[in-house]
């Protein structure tokens, strides 16, 4: 799809998806869809894209997925696909080249525990960008959220790799990256300063070309969030 403006309702239904093509649907502030981004733009995947305005769904688009949820992934034999963790891996088992995820079941294995274990820290981003809409005191928040940077940092010492599997980017630093991008449009990236390895890895991921090519400035996150907050989101934000 030419345009990156979303999709309504009453928006006319796409056609099927091109020849050799897998379609994304997607919305451009989404960490979750983020996440499907990044791996098609790592591993250069040849891909169309659709962007859905999440309040008004197009009626095609829940007949596909009818939690009306983004990411959603749909292939070329029409299968339909979302959560983004099983997208990614999905993609990373489709499309061999450059895999992402490591060979070994024990290797899989250990992805989805630390998948799990940050499961539990990027609800930080929506819980700070909420209190900070209600101008509510953020001290305790940060504390919390600066005990689970220490563990990741602790973690990352422990292992000594410039990466959370190692020297190269894989699946799970692509799964944790989109909150660490918000996470400094709420004025929360200063707690790095605490965690050095952590901060390292953060300054290595901003280099990698996916990253680059998926990523919104902090201003921009910080714009489209101002507008989520008086409840009229604006997906088309920038463009
Ligand atoms: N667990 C899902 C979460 C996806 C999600 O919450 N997406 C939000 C946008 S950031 C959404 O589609 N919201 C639409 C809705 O709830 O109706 C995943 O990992 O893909």
């Known amino acids: 799809m030419a345009t990156e403006k979303c999709f309504t309702r009453g928006s006319a239904a796409p056609g099927p998806v091109p020849k050799g093509h897998i379609r994304l649907f997607s919305m451009r502030f989404c960490p979750f869809a983020q996440r499907a981004r990044l791996v098609l733009a790592a591993k250069g995947i040849k891909h169309d894209k659709i ?104 973690d990352l010492a422990k292992k000594k790799t410039k990466f959370f599997f190692g020297d190269s980017i894989t699946m799970i630093d692509y799964m944790m990256w989109p909150f660490f991008e918000r996470f400094e449009a709420v004025g929360v990236l ?4 605490d965690t050095p390895e952590l901060k390292k890895w953060f300054n290595r991921m901003q280099e990698d070309p996916a990253v680059k090519a998926c990523s919104h400035s902090t201003e921009t996150h910080q714009a489209f969030i101002k507008t989520a907050f008086n409840d009229s989101p604006d997906y088309d934000y920038g463009l």
């Open 51 to 154: 962007n859905i305005h999440l309040k008004e769904q197009p009626e095609w688009f829940l007949e596909k997925n009818p939690l009306g949820l983004v990411p959603t992934l749909e292939t070329e034999a029409g299968e339909v696909l979302y959560e983004s963790p099983i997208i990614c891996d999905y993609l990373d088992e489709v499309y061999p080249e450059k895999k992402l995820l490591p060979a070994s079941p024990f290797g899989k294995a250990q992805q989805r525990m630390m998948l799990e274990h940050f499961s539990k820290v990027a609800p930080y981003f929506y819980k700070i960008a909420m209190a900070k809409k209600k101008n509510a005191d953020l001290t305790d928040l940060k504390a919390e959220l600066k005990e689970k940077f220490v563990k990741l940092d602790e």
């Open 190 to 193: 200063c707690l790095l300063d």
